[in-house]
């Protein structure tokens, strides 16, 4: 399957993307399959990766609140022991091929 990440294109658009579901992925697999992330928005967020596949279809991977971004060092978790991400994209396809790229990776 053939996609681009932030780190091969910087013309991914998310703006219109929006959430489709959740993945449960250790972050160490993430970075395997779709490179290195992106710092997250230091609020919210501490890491995402933007995808944009070869059908057009866009998905933002990023954790939601569990990391220190949100939750301070003493009770969030690093990016690397996060496990359950969130994944927003500009159709509900999204959640199939970004599970499908990482089964591949398995």
């Not at 399959?33 to 990023?62: H, L, R």
């Amino acid at each position: 399957m053939k996609y681009n990440t932030h780190n091969t294109s910087s013309k991914i658009r998310t703006a219109t993307t929006s959430l489709q579901g959740t993945i449960e992925c250790p972050y160490e697999t993430l970075v395997l399959v779709f490179g290195k992330p992106m710092q997250g928005d230091e609020e919210d967020t501490d890491a995402e990766w933007d995808i944009e596949f070869e059908d057009g279809s866009i998905a933002n991977i990023y954790n939601w609140r569990t990391g220190i971004a949100f939750m301070g060092i003493e009770k969030g978790l690093s990016i690397e022991n996060i496990t359950h991400w969130h994944v927003s994209g500009n159709n509900h396809r999204v959640m199939e091929l970004v599970r499908e790229c990482l089964e591949i990776s398995q």
